[in-house]
């Protein structure tokens, strides 16, 4: 009984207390009349010079800066860590019998030299493929529905004229399906046409040599997701982001078939890497965020993607191939959109672009040295590799 009433007795005086304090602080009455004038006249003294312009000017700079670095980090922040692959997990490559040696699924060759096959045969023995060079484009899609129809897929294909004079052009695609057609499909694509009459190696023979040996891999595969693999025509200008590039055909499409997609991938210039400082560009402030050394892939998308995106770049991470960042900006930052990613997003679909960042990196973008000597196979390899082991637990979920 005693213990309950000295607790009793605490509680009250811990109330008066409270009581106490309460009246000075709300300028009350009483006891503490002097610590509200004080605390008024240091409330005046700071609002005087708080309204004073050099304070005003640190405060609005001061939380400019702070909302900018918020949302940069809220841009740049990436699940996962880079320290296996900048350890060197993958600097071995896949020629030297590192992790990143596998075997190609159909030819037995290893990734570095099935790649290297793939992009040289597009930009070296086709060579220019547009709708300036006609017969490069047609070889070249004749060429991908071969290499597709080996691997016994059934090449869909989505044919319209685009040009001046016009000229049949096509995309194509091969579908892997998968054992519950219910959930929403992974898709796959890469452009196979090149700038005008460029060599196009990185820009992009890489991005559609990753894309078919990816989905060579998928024909011997059993996913629970069905894979979709599309090789467009025409993202080059003058068709880009116009009503004949390739993608948006297919992406619209695609909705008016009512398809069901979870992300699309655009793999986009793969195969460029540098370990030079000073190597990487990123505009603005951007700069600040990521690395100066080319030798990363990223993982691009709009505000919109941001958790494709951060899934994307922590499952890659996770596979110590290659380093990865990620960034979900706006879309008004030039290069942001920049692919076929954005006419999957334009018709309602979530999409990422999967990239060396291109002309941020490579100096021959869109000229005639973009030719596949310049390109790194091995870390091209490896950053394909990574890509193939994101694809298998996407698609088995």
Known sequence: M???????????VESERLMR???VFVGGRGEG?????RWRAMSSSLGAALRRPIFQRILFYGSTLAAIAGFGAY???MPGSNRAALNGVASAGAETGAPGKATGAVTGTSTAEELRRSVTMLASTIGPRSTEAPRGLEEAATWLATELRSSNYEVQEERF?????PQEVRNLSATRTGSDPSLPMLVVGAHYDAVSTMPGADDNASGTAAALLLARRFAIRAPKRTVRFVFFTNEEPPHFQTDTMGS???ANRAKLRGDKIAVMLSLETLGFYSDAEGSQSVPGLLSLLYPSRGNFVAFVGSLAARSEVRDLVGRFRETGRLPAEGAALPTMIPGVMYSDHESYERAGYPAVMVTDTAFDRNKNYHE????????????FASAVEGLDEVLVARSSE
């Open 33 to 37: 009349t002097g610590g509200v004038a």
């Open 161 to 165: 004229l685009a040009g001046s004079p």
């Open 75 to 77: 841009c740049s922040c």
């Open 21 to 23: 304090f309460l009246r």
């Open 368 to 379: 005639k040295t973009d030719l596949p000597a310049t390109l790194d196979y091995r870390r």
């Open 2 to 12: 005693s213990d309950l009433l000295d607790h009793g007795g605490r509680r009250l």
């Open 248 to 250: 948006r055909i297919a």
